[in-house]
């Protein structure tokens, strides 16, 4: 153990770390903090403990957040996840002086992409064309042409700038929802989440991108399905509990011009259990589905860790914190998704 001027602040992580990441580390603030892992952790050490990073995706990392271990680190100031969303976290066990950031951005391009071949999936009819032409029809459909178009992005943070940025190259008009409704680059407005209906009307597209709170809870419900255009396609790479399940599958089925595009969901499966949910949603043929994929390319691992490491580093440099999260968004969430159950 480190001793006197010696002693160095920890960041303990159960993420194996590359040696860019651990070179990363090692700069701030002149090598004043370390990389430990839980298991190279002494008792006398646990005072020294700053910063948490983790996948919060994955319960055998969130195990270390509970209450018991938690209690081991008096000094803890930061829990930094490497995934966007921190909804997994129980924020009810959280001491109140601790701060948890998602890592806002780092998947914002990955995602962006994906979320247009889902959308030109629909919009240029590629699923039935080739279902027909493969029996021999040869027909085309009426397509969209998305240029010109409104898209609505729910969530004008990382994810929905990244979609803005790609849709600006296809000459769309680009609409935000945010919390505050505060003005967001490549958007041509930003409006605060009271006044989603006012532009959810508008739309010929809407992509979900937003964090999953008590706020945004079942927020798309059949109300707001209602108010969308009749042949909008919906895409949500947030997560499932943002759309109430069982209205969408009703309008998607009264509604056969209407399309929707899945990347997240209510239900994931454990490891060696099939995939399955509530509702038929892939007899429709309106409906695509992906298994939470969209965020997964080579890089991505790479470009996660920078991210995080990057906003332990304002925490050092006592700067502003990317994706701060405010703990009343989370409190009584999970409650609310076992009652939706």
Known sequence: MQRGSELKKIILTTRPLSPKA???????????????????????????VQVILLDTARPDEL??????????????????????????????????????????????????????GMILYFAR???????????????????????????????AGG???????????????????NTSGRQVPGFERVVALEKLEEVLKDADIVVIALPLTIKTFQLIDETKLRVMKPACILVNVARGYIIDQGALYEHLKRNPDFKCALDVWWHYPKVGE?????????????????????????????????????????????????GLMNR????????????AD
Request: aromatic letters at 8%; one cysteine or more; glycine letters at 8%.
């Open 22 to 48: 651990e070179a990363l580390l090692m700069q701030l603030k002149g090598s004043s903090y370390e990389p430990r892992s839980p298991s190279n952790l002494n008792a006398e050490d646990r005072s020294l």
């Open 63 to 116: 195990q270390l957040l509970s209450v018991q271990n938690l209690a081991r680190f008096p000094n803890l100031r930061l829990i930094q996840s490497t995934r966007a969303g921190v909804d997994s976290v129980k924020f009810e066990d959280l001491p109140p002086n601790v701060m948890i950031c998602g890592n806002v951005g780092a998947y914002g391009d990955q995602i962006a992409e994906h979320v247009f």
């Open 125 to 155: 009819n590629l699923g039935t064309l080739n279902q027909a032409l493969a029996k021999g029809i040869w027909e085309i459909p009426r397509s969209i042409f998305l240029k010109g178009k409104t898209i609505l992005l729910l969530g």
């Open 159 to 177: 994810i929905g700038e990244s979609v803005a940025r790609l849709a600006s190259c296809y000459g769309m008009r680009t609409l935000g929802v």
């Open 274 to 322: 099939n995939f399955s949910e509530k509702y038929p949603f892939f007899e429709l043929p309106n409906f695509l589905g992906t298994p939470h994929s969209s965020g997964h390319v080579p890089e991505t691992e790479e470009i996660a860790l920078d991210g995080a490491i990057e906003n332990i580093g304002r925490l050092v440099r006592n700067e502003p914190l990317k």
């Open 328 to 339: 009343n968004d989370y409190l009584g969430l999970k409650e609310l998704i076992t009652r």
